[in-house]
């Protein structure tokens, strides 16, 4: 585990949620400096820790490491939404996307 990867990923996740450091500390049941040590690099979060922050965020630990998912939460209700989509409408939306790509 890459420590800056951490602090960053923790930050960008919190601002994406539009939480200050404080609330989120708060919210986790800790000091309002918590997330502040682990934003500066003075600490990590402990592995029980890191699961709250992962549930607080309402991802898994698995998408918290997707490095190339910038928002992880957005994009599993996505999937879960298409999923309930009919075939025929899963492939516009899929030519939509290829499109947009290019």
Do not use: W
């Not at 585990?1 to 609330?23: A, C, D, H, W």
């Not at 549930?55 to 918290?64: K, N």
Request: glycine share 4%.
């Amino acid at each position: 585990m890459e420590p800056e990867f951490v602090r960053e990923r923790i930050t960008r996740l919190r601002l994406q949620r539009g939480v200050s450091e404080y609330k989120m500390s708060y919210d986790l049941g800790h000091s309002r400096g918590y997330i502040n040590n682990i934003s500066s690099g003075k600490t990590l979060p402990s592995m029980a820790e890191f699961l709250a922050i992962c549930d607080y965020f309402g991802i898994t630990p698995a998408e918290f490491f997707q490095e190339e998912v910038e928002n992880p939460l957005l994009l599993r209700q996505t999937v879960e939404q298409l999923a309930r989509l009919k075939p025929e409408d899963l492939r516009l939306i899929q030519a939509a996307i290829e499109r947009l790509l290019k």
